[in-house]
């Protein structure tokens, strides 16, 4: 007769090891039979229903809407978190701090983090004092953008990381977008600029948001586009704005005037770099979509309900 065919001794080998915590090892000495006969007893169990598990999963739903946004984007991870929002402010606050708490696992430290401007990055980093790594330098990818909304931008982001991680942080002193390519290049020779993007292009991870293109991005509500800039895109087909890259709604990269105006980092540039994005907030979904598309972000984080609408047809 097979060991296998003693139920009873099955069933006490799972009581021992399930309900008592007893190890492996030990249940082979109690009981006088081999430690592979015991591990062998405990995956007969499983197979054949002796043993079953329940897990108690709140986040079934979540879990399920970020397999099948990996599955529709080509992403590595994603993070759906489920929270209650009032309102737009609410939300990007929520989300800010849901998604400090997992950027552990994608920071070492003594690592160099680009960051992007923007209110959603920004509320990222009033939560950064919840990381761990330690000797962390955080480089603004893109100049200012405007003369209002200060706290969205990429510099005050950059410092606002380092000093609740005890961390450091360097500044580009520039505007993100300039009247004329000539006097844009001209910024670009400048030492202190070249210096700060090329720390840009090597960082080890980008943190990023996503903008919309309309007159209710923080791009223009900062001061950095004009609405004749908002219109250029727009017929451009241009639907999302990431860095200094501006991309159609089949998440294509678009060429305009304006790439040969800005100072910061193209998402080419950072085709080797990780690159975390978040979003949130019904107005963003299509420029949502269409970055996504655009297969430039590894790790995306969001709140339930974009989630549910980025994956409707």
């Known amino acids: ?16 090891f399930y309900e008592d ?21 405990l995956n007969y169990a499983k197979k054949n229903h002796i043993v079953e598990f329940t897990i108690n999963n709140p986040y079934a739903h979540e879990f399920d809407l970020e397999e ?36 552990d696992k994608y920071f070492t430290d003594n690592a160099t983090i680009g960051v992007m401007s923007g209110r959603t990055i920004a509320s990222i ?21 405007g003369t209002k909304g200060h706290t969205w931008h990429a510099n005050v982001i950059a410092e606002n990381f380092a000093r609740k991680t005890g961390g450091d942080y360097c500044l580009l002193n520039a505007p993100i977008l300039f009247q004329n390519k000539e006097t844009c290049n001209l910024m670009k020779k400048e ?14 991870i980008a943190l990023i948001g996503i903008g919309e293109i309309n007159t209710l991005s923080t791009s223009y509500l900062g001061g950095a586009f004009s609405i004749n800039d908002v219109t250029s895109l727009t017929k ?6 990431v860095c200094t890259s501006y991309i159609s709604k089949y998440g294509k990269i678009i060429d305009t005037d304006l790439n040969s105006r800005s100072i910061g980092i193209s998402l080419n540039e950072l085709a080797n770099t990780t690159t975390i994005a978040v979003s949130i907030g ?6 949502t979509k269409a970055a996504l598309k655009s297969g430039y972000v590894d790790i995306f984080m969001t709140s339930l309900d974009i989630a549910e609408k980025l994956l409707e047809l």
Request: hydrophobic share 40%; glycine share 4%; aromatic share 6%.
């Open 1 to 16: 007769m097979a060991i296998y065919d003693n139920d009873r001794l099955v069933i006490k080998i799972c009581k021992l």
């Open 21 to 41: 915590n007893m190890s492996q090892k030990d249940i082979s000495l109690v009981l006088g039979i081999s430690k592979p006969q015991v591990c062998r007893m």
């Open 68 to 103: 099948k946004l990996i599955n529709r984007y080509s992403l590595k991870e994603v993070f759906v978190f489920n929270f209650p929002y009032k309102n737009i402010t609410e939300g990007i606050e929520k989300l800010g701090e849901c998604c400090a708490l997992q950027l």
């Open 125 to 145: 980093s009033n939560f950064a004092h919840k990381l761990t790594r330690e000797g962390l330098m955080f480089v603004p990818l893109v100049g200012n953008m």
């Open 191 to 204: 030492p202190s600029i070249s210096q700060i993007l090329d720390r840009g292009r090597s960082c080890n």
């Open 236 to 241: 451009h087909n241009a639907c999302a704005s």
């Open 282 to 287: 019904n107005e963003k979904v299509e420029a």
